[in-house]
C-alpha cells in the first residue's frame, strides 16, 4: 500500500502567495523527488534530493530533504496562475528500488 | 527527441474486452514501468521492467500482464477488461533502475464500461 503522505491535500491561494507542502513517511528514505503534473499531461520531474538536509532550488522553486530521512518540503514563491496543478512528491528506499509515490497535493492558484 | 509515446490517448472497451497499450521511448533506458493514476491514490506501479527481457510485478499487477522484447517498448495488456480497471495509465522510462528521475508519456485515459 500507500507508503508516502502528502499534506495538504488541496490548497487554493492567491497569485502572489507563498506556498508550502510536505511530504512524510514512517520509512527512511535514500532520495526524494518532487513532480507536476498539469491536467491531461504526465509528471514532469521539478526537482531531486540525494542527501539528507540537501535544499536544491529551480526558480521560484525549493525543496529540501528532511534531516530524519522521513520527509521532504516544497515551497514556492509568489504563485502565479501557471503553478496550478498536481504536486506528487516521490521517494526511493535505497539506490535500486522503485519509486513509491504519494497521493499528490492539489494546487489552485486565484488570479 | 519524442520521448516517451503512449498510444492510444484515450479508449473505451467494454467488460470483458481485451487490450494492449502502447509505450515506447527513444532515449535508450534501460527502466520502463507501467502506473494507474486514480483520483485521490496518486501513482501506483503496476508493472516494471530493468532491460529487455526482464519484467517484474509491481503493486498492483492482477489483470494486466507486461512483455519487453526490445529496449524502446513496453507493452501493457488487458487480458479481460474490468470496470476497476478504468483509470488513466502512465509509462515512464529513466536511464536505471534507482535514484534515477523518471520520464513520463502523456497518459492512456481507458474506459471500461
Known amino acids: 500500500g500507500q507508503q508516502l503522505n502528502q499534506s495538504p491535500q488541496s490548497m487554493f491561494i492567491q497569485e502572489g502567495e507563498d506556498v508550502s507542502m510536505n511530504c512524510t513517511s514512517s520509512s527512511i528514505f535514500n532520495t526524494w523527488l518532487w513532480y507536476k503534473q498539469d491536467p491531461g499531461e504526465g509528471p514532469v520531474l521539478l526537482i531531486a534530493?540525494?542527501?539528507?538536509?540537501e535544499l536544491t532550488s529551480n526558480g521560484r522553486l525549493t525543496a529540501q530533504f528532511g534531516i530524519t530521512r522521513k520527509d521532504s518540503f516544497l515551497n514556492i514563491s509568489a504563485s502565479i496562475p501557471s503553478d496550478v496543478g498536481i504536486y506528487f512528491c516521490?521517494?526511493?528506499?535505497?539506490?535500486?528500488?522503485?519509486?513509491?509515490f504519494g497521493p499528490g497535493t492539489s494546487l489552485s492558484v486565484i488570479p | 527527441n519524442a520521448g516517451v509515446t503512449q498510444t492510444p490517448k484515450f479508449q473505451v472497451l467494454k467488460t470483458g474486452q481485451s487490450m494492449t497499450l502502447q509505450c515506447a521511448q527513444d532515449?535508450?533506458?534501460?527502466?520502463m514501468s507501467w502506473y494507474r493514476q486514480d483520483p485521490g491514490m496518486g501513482l501506483r506501479l503496476i508493472h516494471y521492467s530493468v532491460g529487455a527481457g526482464i519484467t517484474d510485478q509491481g503493486e498492483v499487477p492482477n489483470g494486466y500482464n507486461v512483455s519487453r522484447s526490445t529496449t524502446e517498448d513496453f507493452p501493457l495488456r488487458l487480458l479481460s477488461a474490468a470496470p476497476s480497471q478504468t483509470s488513466v495509465y502512465f509509462c515512464?522510462?529513466?536511464?536505471?533502475?534507482?535514484?534515477?528521475?523518471?520520464?513520463f508519456g502523456d497518459g492512456t485515459r481507458l474506459s471500461i464500461l
Open positions: 515512464a522510462s529513466s536511464p536505471g533502475l534507482g535514484n534515477q528521475p523518471q520520464h
Open positions: 516521490a521517494g526511493l528506499k535505497t539506490s535500486y528500488d522503485k519509486v513509491i
Open positions: 532515449m535508450n533506458h534501460e527502466y
Open positions: 534530493l540525494y542527501k539528507a538536509g
